[in-house]
T-cell receptor
Framework: DTEVTQTPKHLVMGMTNKKSLKCEQH?????MYWYKQKAKKPPELMFV???????INESVPSRFSPECPNSSLLNLHLHALQPEDSALYLC????????????FGPGTRLTVL | QQPVQSPQAVILREGEDAVINCSSS?????VHWYRQKHGEAPVFLMI?????EQKGHDKISASFNEKKQQSSLYLTASQLSYSGTYFC??????????FGAGTTVTVRA
């Protein structure tokens, strides 16, 4: 199974809502990533988890809260988002953190009203 | 530190060749190349580690010039399936992958 799955595919939320994005992989990868991608822009790294520990936080606002409950699962909890946070949120995984092939999930298209 | 990619866009006819360049002002640990088709996730093409290596994947190959901190992606005898946006990603020793702005490749029959 060489797939990274993400749910939901689409999410619309108000600025006062709390929601979560979910990412799952069953490839035995020990590094997992969250990226944010705006239209016609490259993916921007948000967080890196290595062996279920947060190893990189790219100065992301606290309204985004990542969680790695186990080696296969990665969540992104959202609270009090702004309209400018609307974007495609991509999850990826790799065997280890570092110069490795990253497998991307299809993404969650988030719209903040 | 976002790498600089060029050109921004290229239009090819099937069978033509193209080169996409990626450069950084910092000493690179590795260079990644990904292709993303519209509405889809980025797909890994190849990774080059410092050491000036060259890699190939079917008719797509890449080189990494460590002295110049530059990488080039070569699309040879392009096919319709090569259309998409190509991103180079550069990694310093901190394991943070930073993507260039992308090069949109359109291959026409």
């Amino acid at each position: 199974d060489t797939e990274v799955t993400q749910t939901p595919k689409h999410l619309v939320m108000g600025m006062t809502n709390k929601k979560s994005l979910k990412c799952e992989q069953h490839m035995g990868h020990r590094a997992m990533y969250w990226y944010k991608q705006k239209a016609k822009k490259p993916p921007e790294l948000m967080f890196v988890y290595s062996y279920e520990k947060l190893s990189i936080n790219e100065s992301v606002p606290s309204r985004f809260s990542p969680e790695c409950p186990n080696s296969s699962l990665l969540n992104l909890h959202l609270h009090a988002l702004q309209p400018e946070d609307s974007a495609l949120y991509l999850c990826a995984s790799s065997q280890e953190a570092g110069p490795q092939e990253q497998f991307f999930g299809p993404g969650t298209r988030l719209t903040v009203l | 530190q976002q790498p600089v990619q060029s050109p921004q866009a290229v239009i090819l006819r099937e069978g033509e060749d193209a080169v996409i360049n990626c450069s950084s002002s910092k000493a690179l640990y590795s260079v990644h190349w990904y292709r993303q088709k519209h509405g889809e996730a980025p797909v890994f093409l190849m990774i080059l580690l410092k050491g000036g290596e060259q890699k190939g994947h079917d008719k797509i190959s890449a080189s990494f010039n460590e002295k110049k901190q530059q990488s080039s992606l070569y699309l040879t005898a392009s096919q319709l399936s090569y259309s998409g946006t190509y991103f180079c990603g550069t990694e310093l020793r901190d394991y943070k992958l930073s993507f260039g702005a992308g090069t949109t490749v359109t291959v026409r029959a």
